[in-house]
């Protein structure tokens, strides 16, 4: 196939997609009317199935494979950093060791460590009952965790923080996802279905069917990629010798 001909058909390939696009914007409601279909949809199927949040019934049930792919691209990005800086064979790193940081800030963050892991923690597991969830649950819980790095060393944060065990959680979190979205595919209905378990009672931690178990995976796995992240670049911030014999 020539050059000419390949951009041809590129171009009305092109043009057929640019008129199936602006048919479809031409038929959308009016701007600031008072048609929202999708918006009056989600919400009751978000209160059918028991889910007091309407944006995690929105994200784990709904749209839940999309949520899977938000997933994935952190999954991936993370694993693309630990890629590009793991330590090379010829260079030598020390431990990074914090600035100096005044006494009053060490206090707080000491004090505020365990009240910011317990908020995160609290976030995830009332993700379909309030506004929270995985996403923002396991960033306050892995943050909180970094609070010990300014309130003592980084000593101290490497013993509550084994890099491999967050590795293999990350990784663990994401197949339970993909467990739970092929469990409905084995019970015949489809994947990521919220069919697999009972809605229970409305506005408890047991409501939503599987939403708070697809919330729960999403919050282990974005708290354990934050860590290993961060892990790398707090390794990544200190000086990096060369071999001495060079």
Same mark, same amino acid.
């Given at each position: 196939?020539?050059?000419?001909?390949?951009?041809?058909?590129?171009?009305?390939?092109?043009?057929?997609?640019?008129? *199936?696009?602006?048919?479809?914007?031409?038929?959308?409601?009016?701007?600031?009317?008072?048609?929202?279909?999708?918006?009056?949809?989600?919400?009751?199927? +978000?209160? %059918?199935? /028991?889910?007091?949040?309407?944006?995690?019934?929105?994200?784990?049930?709904?749209?839940?494979?999309?949520?899977?792919? @938000?997933? +994935?691209?952190?999954?991936?990005?993370?694993?693309?950093?630990?890629?590009?800086?793991?330590?090379?064979?010829?260079? /030598?790193?020390?431990?990074?060791?914090?600035? @100096?940081?005044?006494?009053?800030?060490? !206090?707080?963050?000491?004090?505020?460590?365990?009240?910011?892991?317990?908020?995160?923690?609290?976030?995830?597991? /009332?993700?379909?009952?309030?506004?929270?969830?995985?996403?923002?649950?396991?960033?306050?819980? %892995?943050?909180?965790? /970094?609070?010990?790095?300014?309130?003592?060393? $980084?000593? %101290?944060?490497? !013993?509550?923080?084994?890099?491999?065990?967050?590795?293999?959680? =990350?990784?663990?979190?994401?197949?339970? $996802?993909?467990?739970?979205?092929?469990?409905?595919?084995?019970?015949?209905?489809?994947?990521? %279905?919220?069919?697999?378990?009972?809605?229970?009672?409305?506005?408890?931690?047991? +409501?939503?069917?599987?939403?708070? *178990?697809?919330?729960?995976?999403?919050?282990? #796995?974005?708290?354990?990629?934050?860590?290993?992240? *961060?892990?790398?670049?707090?390794?990544?911030?200190?000086?990096? @010798?060369? =071999?001495? #014999?060079?």
């Amino acid at each position: 196939m020539s050059r000419r001909l390949r951009l041809w058909l590129l171009a009305v390939g092109g043009a057929g997609v640019a008129a *199936l696009l602006v048919a479809a914007g031409l038929g959308l409601p009016a701007f600031g009317g008072p048609s929202h279909p999708y918006g009056d949809r989600a919400v009751r199927a +978000s209160l %059918a199935r /028991h889910t007091a949040n309407t944006i995690a019934s929105v994200n784990f049930d709904q749209r839940a494979y999309d949520t899977l792919g @938000e997933m +994935s691209i952190l999954f991936a990005a993370v694993l693309g950093c630990l890629v590009l800086l793991r330590q090379g064979r010829d260079e /030598h790193r020390a431990a990074p060791e914090p600035a @100096e940081v005044a006494r009053p800030v060490r !206090r707080y963050a000491l004090i505020v460590l365990p009240v910011a892991v317990v908020t995160g923690i609290y976030v995830v597991a /009332h993700g379909q009952l309030s506004p929270g969830g995985g996403f923002q649950g396991g960033v306050v819980a %892995a943050t909180a965790l /970094h609070l010990l790095y300014l309130g003592a060393d $980084y000593r %101290a944060l490497e !013993r509550v923080r084994p890099i491999g065990l967050f590795e293999a959680t =990350d990784a663990l979190a994401v197949c339970a $996802y993909l467990v739970l979205g092929l469990a409905g595919v084995l019970a015949g209905t489809a994947f990521l %279905a919220n069919t697999l378990l009972p809605y229970g009672t409305f506005n408890t931690l047991a +409501s939503g069917g599987v939403v708070p *178990l697809l919330n729960a995976a999403v919050g282990v #796995e974005v708290a354990c990629a934050v860590v290993v992240l *961060l892990a790398g670049f707090l390794d990544q911030a200190v000086e990096i @010798e060369k =071999d001495r #014999e060079r």
